[in-house]
């Protein structure tokens, strides 16, 4: 005798059943039909979230307050599902939640197909889709995210109430930050260790039995392996079936176009054109050009000469900066004329390239100074080339040496050292910005709002558009308060050499006031 | 005496005795072939593999392998490496392993260093006994452990759960990691550092320590007595505990190691009311320093690692790998181990009565009769006791597994 098997869903069938669930783990595709224009406009909004969660989560620390109220605006302005139940209740006309969810899985299978192709494509989707998930996930209620568990078969259950009372204190002790109350009131999760590499490596877990014994904040982690592994998978399998979707014609330019599209801030050259002078850039590239920019145009002056990815590089930065096409000619002939190119070989060779760089060759596209991302990501450098990003590219052992070079201060050298080794180049670079710009620095951050800063973090080249904003008088309150408790502290300290410590901070403290005051 | 003198020399004529009369075969196939999936073993890096006991035993009488090394079991025959696509070929199932050895606790022992070991330091190895096991049992949830004495100056651990010889590889390295403690090489002084919440494993890890520690630590290694060591433990302490004027006028005063010990201890609660941050541990941190096992995580991380067997010969020492019985622990004496010469001296010795009868009855049964010899053999040495606690570890392991089936079997039933 056989039982009858579990009732299959149907899709389209039952509109609740297909998405009873504001977030999912995309494991099935989309079945149905769509036109075109919702095919394209889909995708193209979902790209436009995932590059505000990336920015977003480079702008702010990720799941902060700001992070998290940035993040809802997206959501809202590019109208994806967020927490609402489904009741396709619609919102003054605008799209019912229903249609929200719909477009989230849709949208999502077809970026899948525009970002399966390459490893760097890959990581890219993969690391937006994450911190996207976790962001959802962690906005949703408790009772939600158990759903959530259960419906993908994330079979791991809740500890019981007893259970809790007997390994209370052990629970306590074993992870960060967890109280009596905490553990009495937060849903643990036995999870088994195995799904919990993390957490048992560093012994932030309580284990017991081969579990782990997971507060329910932290359950996110361990779901998001799940859906990495998951995610990173499918990609796989799609990009072997890629060349079956690749050739419809109808998909492939705009799956091409998905890919390398810049959806982001259009900083258009017009706006700096003619800012500078090419007498300023040395200046400049010591004062305010970023780490990867100083780097470049040192190994220019120094070698008379800069191969291809440093050229497009560089080149392209000094046009986002304000350069003129004719300044740019001259800029660069000047400098190889002086190395082992002559004047007639440098219009032969190198100027067409210049050129193609301001739109005026071949297919005549006005190029945009690389995004840090770009730098970061794509094409490292090799020996004898001096582009990349020097957070990412250089052995920290160099760059810590060049930073030293650049009089940057031991604590701040070993501050911008960790945020490399946790890879957070761009955040090293804003470190470095905030060291070498000292105090003015600070007081921006303190008085402005981050936004201000946070416009000059997306590029190399942004972050040199607006010199003004950095050059402002007066010390920050910040330091001066940090001044006062150094003295105090070593007064406490020590006795006799209070006076020579108070008089020679006051000192230091005179000068720092002179300079930018 | 009970070890007899072990000469080197004399191991090529003593094996080929050994592994005829001596070497457990029978449970040694066994423990290899469960799962019914056939294993290798290397010798002078050639692999090869069996399928059945008697191939085994044949081919190892045959060699008379001076060192035995077990390693993963591999989705081919690794005589088929070469002709099999790179990709395809890998490691399927491999137990998860521990190795301690003495040299890596030569910065904290004073009685002997390198290769060397006494019934001192030993205690060592009792301590990183205690804990590993007490961890992997009760936190990890494995249930199969072999305790091995690797001969000379170690101990290994084989986990042999099913659960544990399908661990990935980065799931190996996360165990072996939740179980250090102890980081650092010769640039780090201060090698343990604890804050605040303390993990119930480290809690559980220093109660273990705690009962061993004034023994082998205070009086055995004598840590707090001359100024060389004292300097060193001091070394490991927080600055502002260091600068208390009345540590170094009390040490002076006073000379007894033990009431050193206790000044120090006294200090943590002065510590506790001070506001400055960190290092209020340094107690547990110098009991764990000097106490707590240290790992080689390469060792139980690698699937294509291999690790000596239990039951070889170590060559230097002549000693058995002898699976080490944990109802015994505190009373196992490295030096009591038997080596090669030993039991084979023990073999030759004159033979009781009911050795006739049974010799009368090995002339019916030939087949059987190698092995009932063989039986007798080891019986009849300082082996015995060894070959029994393999077996229980064996027993327990068939126990389960006919758990395990029955338990499947029950789930796939049709009605």
């Known amino acids: 005798m056989q039982f009858p098997g579990r009732r299959k869903k149907v899709i389209g069938s039952s509109q609740n059943d297909l998405y009873d669930h504001c977030l999912q783990f995309y494991g099935q595709p989309p079945l149905e039909n769509i036109s075109l224009t919702e095919f394209e406009t889909f995708a193209v909004e979902r790209l436009k979230l995932l590059k505000s969660v990336e920015n977003i989560g480079v702008s702010y620390v990720k799941n902060s307050e700001q992070y998290v109220k940035k993040l809802d605006a997206e959501f809202s302005s590019l109208n994806f599902p967020l927490r609402t139940e489904l009741g396709d209740r619609r919102v003054q006309g605008g799209t019912s939640e229903y249609e929200k969810r719909r477009k989230d899985h849709i949208s999502h299978f077809i970026l899948r197909l525009a970002y399966c192709q390459t490893e760097d494509l890959r990581r890219w989707f993969i690391q937006q889709e994450m911190d996207l998930f976790r962001y959802r996930f962690g906005e949703l209620t408790s009772k939600h995210k158990t759903d959530f568990l259960h419906k993908n078969n994330l079979k791991y259950e809740t500890v019981s109430a007893e259970e809790k009372k007997s390994l209370k204190d052990k629970l ?25 590499l993390d957490l048992v490596r560093t012994r932030k877990v309580y284990l017991l039995a081969g579990n782990a014994y997971i507060p329910h904040h932290e359950i996110v982690t361990i779901v998001l392996n799940d859906f990495r592994t998951r995610l990173s998978k499918a ?48 200046a400049l590239s010591g004062k ?49 004329v002086k190395g082992k190119v002559d004047a007639d070989k440098f219009d032969k060779a190198y100027a067409y390239s210049v050129r193609h760089m301001f739109g005026k060759e071949g297919k005549r596209t006005d190029y945009t100074p690389y995004s840090c991302m770009k730098v970061i990501l794509s094409n490292p450098p090799s ?51 905030e060291l070498t710009h000292n105090v003015r620095m ?54 006799n050499p209070l006076i020579h410590s108070v008089c020679s901070k006051y000192r230091s403290f005179l000068t720092i006031y002179e300079q930018h005051g | 005496m009970s070890t007899s003198d072990y000469d080197p020399a004399c191991l090529p004529d003593l094996l080929p005795l050994y592994y005829r009369r001596l070497f457990p075969f029978s449970q040694y196939y066994r423990w290899l072939s469960y799962g019914g999936v056939s294993k290798n073993y290397f010798q002078n890096r050639e692999y090869q593999s069996f399928t059945t006991q008697n191939e085994l035993e044949k081919e190892m009488q045959k060699m008379v392998p001076y060192k035995i090394d077990i390693g993963a079991v591999y989705s081919h025959r690794p005589s088929q490496h070469n002709a099999v696509k790179s990709g395809t070929f890998q490691a399927l199932e491999k137990e998860l392993v521990f190795d301690i050895d003495m040299t890596d606790y030569d910065d904290v022992r004073r009685c002997c260093s390198a290769a060397d070991i006494c019934s001192k330091c030993w205690t060592l190895m009792t301590i990183a006994i205690r804990i590993l096991d007490r961890a992997l049992r009760e936190d990890f949830g494995f249930h199969h452990l072999l305790w091995v004495y690797s001969g000379r100056r170690g101990v290994h651990c084989w986990v042999c759960d099913d659960a544990a010889r399908k661990l990935s590889v980065a799931a190996r390295s996360a165990v072996a990691e939740y179980l250090s403690l102890v ?74 190691p033990m009431k ?59 000693r058995i790998s002898v ?9 196992f004496d490295p030096f009591e181990v038997p080596t090669i010469s030993l039991i084979c001296e023990e073999l030759e010795k004159p033979r009781a009565e009911e050795a006739e009868e049974d010799d009368m009855k090995d002339k019916e049964n030939e087949q059987e009769a190698g092995e009932r010899r063989r039986i007798r053999d080891y019986k009849r040495t300082s082996l015995a006791k060894y070959v029994k606690v393999f077996d229980r570890f064996l027993e327990a392991m068939a126990r389960s597994r006919k758990g395990e089936m029955l338990k499947k079997s029950d789930l796939q039933k049709d009605f």
């Not at chain 1, 330019?253 to 002078?277: F, T, W």
């Not at chain 1, 558009?465 to 300290?493: D, G, H, M, N, Q």
């Not at chain 2, 320093?289 to 995580?297: A, F, K, M, N, W």
Request: proline share 5%; net charge neutral; hydrophobic share 35%.
């Open chain 1, 172 to 196: 306590i002790t074993s992870s960060y930050g967890l109280s009596g109350i905490t553990v009495e009131e937060y849903d643990f999760y036995k999870v088994p260790f195995q799904d919990a």
């Open chain 1, 235 to 282: 990609l796989a399998m799609t990009a072997r079936s890629l060349p079956a979707v690749q050739s419809d014609e109808r998909l492939q330019p705009l799956l091409s176009h998905l890919s390398h599209a810049y959806v982001g801030q259009d900083y258009s050259i017009q706006k700096n054109m003619g800012k500078i002078s090419l007498e300023q850039i040395d």
């Open chain 1, 288 to 336: 305010s050009f970023p780490l990867c920019m100083r780097h470049l145009h040192k190994a220019l002056r120094e070698n008379h000469h800069l191969r291809h990815g440093g050229r497009m590089q560089y080149g392209l930065f000094l046009k986002g900066i304000g350069l003129t096409l004719d300044q740019a000619l001259q800029f660069w002939r000047s400098e190889f």
């Open chain 1, 383 to 433: 020996q004898g080339d001096y582009h990349g990003c020097p957070f990412r590219h250089s052995d920290p052992e160099l760059l810590k040496q060049k930073l030293q070079n650049y009089k940057v201060s031991p604590s701040g050298i070993n501050q911008i050292l960790e945020l490399v080794k946790g890879m957070h180049y761009q955040l090293a670079c804003q470190k470095y910005f």
């Open chain 1, 442 to 495: 600070l007081f921006i951050l303190a008085c402005s709002n981050w936004a201000c800063f946070c416009q000059l973090r997306d590029s190399p080249a942004k972050s040199f558009t607006e010199p003004a904003i950095v050059f402002t008088s007066a010390i920050s309150l910040k330091s001066y308060r940090i001044l006062i408790c150094e003295v105090l502290y070593s007064a406490l300290r020590f006795i």
């Open chain 2, 183 to 256: 980081k650092g090489g010769e640039e780090t002084v201060r090698k343990v550092v604890l804050s605040d919440p303390i993990h119930p494993f480290i809690n559980h890890s220093l109660s273990v320590v705690e009962r061993y520690f004034q023994q082998y630590a205070i009086v055995d290694q004598d840590i707090l007595g001359s100024k060389e060591s004292v300097d060193k433990v001091l070394a490991v302490l927080p600055e502002d505990i260091l600068s208390f004027p009345d540590l170094a006028v009390s040490f002076k005063d006073e000379k007894d």
């Open chain 2, 260 to 318: 050193r010990w206790n000044l120090l201890c006294d200090l943590v609660l002065r510590k506790k009311s001070n506001s400055k941050k960190g290092g209020q541990y340094f107690d547990k941190e110098i009991m764990l320093q000097y106490c707590y096992p240290r790992l080689d995580v390469n060792v139980s991380k690698g699937v294509n690692h291999l690790l000596k067997s239990p039951f070889s010969v170590h060559p230097k020492t002549g």
């Open chain 2, 323 to 331: 699976p080490i019985d944990l109802k015994e622990l505190d009373t």
